[in-house]
């Protein structure tokens, strides 16, 4: 439009205007060829040159001045701006917090043998599935063990044969006195009944001979009860030593498969540190481990939780829902004066990921309400001036100043309820603030 203008005017200012006429003599003057003519001025011609001419400035200061404001209205605002649109404007709330597992597995160094040596051990972060190998020990020691148990218990099993072997031996040879008893005081009683045809001291003789018998029977049948009481014993305590033996050779063979760890379930390895050798780490490959360490946790991926009171996680958001908010409140000494009381608050997050581990750091977003088709800026693009909120809209020359009303206010954006219109740009940093 601007072209259009200045060039309408120069075809204007270049039209043919005549001040002076040529007309038939009325008076009447010689050339130099002697040829007669006439010179007739018209007045009323220059008058209206006059105007032309005025009309024509007029008109270039117009251009002039239309040059200047298409000049000043193309130039770029001073200040970055930004240009508003209606969108949904989110209502959240901004915290920290820890990622916790509410159910997993503790795999720990068995817990029934001696020091235990690590030969292997699953990466931190590694992903196992159910039955693969997370670590293994050095199993030498427990094969000696295993051996030395296993021999034992060999010998223990020898031994209750034996002792049953001679107690059935001894219970035969109790067992052939006390028949041979038996007779002994039978022949007694034949004789001791001749009493009455026998001079009385022959009588008196069978009945001491067949008390001496029934007393040797007495002693031949208690001995045969004692030896089998002390067979049953012996047989006993040679079992109890035997029983002892199997266990401790049981025990061995436990810890032996022992020495190979395995997933019980599918997961994402996540060493446990503990303090050892100075410091505190998770065990290596190569280092000591005392029974029953635990080596690491192997969490249950549909159990993982927000506990609130990832960032590892740059490149997925990841979201949930609020599972349990606590009712008891409780202090946090670290956050300085005054002490601030908190409230645990677990969420639960809809999506799995492997990389996804106990401890982890997470940035979490709450969003409180949603508010469709709304008017929203940035919190920077608002400014308080003489106790009114203001924002500056750029017109094309310059900013305006603007009173607006903000609603609601929410991390870096704002909702505005008036004072601004969808299209408008405003600037992001007060533009009357001189650097």
């Keep these: 439009m601007r072209k259009e203008i200045i060039s309408r005017l120069r075809k204007f200012l270049t039209w043919p205007s005549k001040s002076v006429v040529l007309s038939p003599p009325s008076r009447t003057k010689h050339g130099m060829d002697g040829a007669p003519y006439r010179l007739r001025s018209g007045t009323g011609s220059i008058a209206r040159n006059r105007k032309v001419i005025a009309v024509a400035a007029l008109l270039v200061a117009c251009a002039v001045a239309l040059s200047l404001w298409l000049h000043h209205s193309s130039k770029p605002p001073t200040a970055p701006t930004f240009e508003v649109k209606r969108e949904e404007f989110l ?145 006993e305590s040679k079992k109890q030593a035997s029983a002892k033996a199997a266990y401790d050779a049981q025990r061995a063979e436990h810890s032996l498969a022992a020495m190979t760890l395995k997933a019980p379930a599918s997961g994402t390895i996540s060493l446990t540190p503990l303090w050892h050798n100075g410091g505190e780490s998770s065990f290596k490959p190569g280092e000591q481990a005392w029974p029953g360490a635990p080596l690491a946790e192997l969490p249950d991926a549909t159990s993982l939780r927000i506990a609130a009171r990832l960032d590892a996680i740059a490149d997925r958001q990841f979201t949930g829902k609020i599972a349990r908010i606590g009712t008891i409140a409780s202090s946090d000494f670290s956050a300085g004066w005054p002490i601030p009381r908190n409230f645990d608050l677990e969420i639960a997050i809809d999506q799995a990921d492997q990389r996804l581990k106990p401890g982890m750091t997470v940035q979490v977003t709450v969003i409180v309400d949603r508010i469709p088709n709304s008017i929203t800026i940035p919190a920077q693009a608002s400014f308080l001036k003489s106790g009114q909120t203001v924002a500056y809209v750029w017109d094309g020359a310059k900013f305006q100043a603007r009173f607006i009303q903000i609603e609601r206010r929410s991390r870096d954006r704002v909702l505005v309820s008036r004072g601004l219109n969808a299209g408008d740009k405003v600037a992001l940093k007060d533009p009357t603030e001189k650097e």
């Design 91 to 235: 209502d959240v709330l901004q915290f920290r917090g820890e990622l916790k597992s509410m159910k997993s597995v503790t795999i720990t160094a068995p817990a029934d043998a001696g020091d235990l040596q690590i030969l292997k051990l699953a990466a931190d972060g590694t992903h196992v599935n159910a039955g693969d190998v997370v670590a293994e020990f050095d199993p030498s020691k427990t094969q000696h063990d295993l051996a030395q148990d296993q021999s034992i218990l060999k010998s223990a099993q020898a031994e209750i044969d034996q002792v049953r072997a001679q107690g059935r031996l001894t219970e035969e040879q109790d067992t052939t006195a006390v028949t041979k008893a038996k007779y002994d005081v039978e022949v007694a009683k034949l004789d001791a009944s001749k009493s009455e045809i026998v001079s009385k001291i022959e009588g008196a003789e069978a009945n001491l001979k067949l008390s001496d018998a029934e007393q040797a029977l007495h002693e031949a049948e208690e001995k045969l009860k004692s030896d089998r009481a002390v067979n049953l014993a012996t047989i």
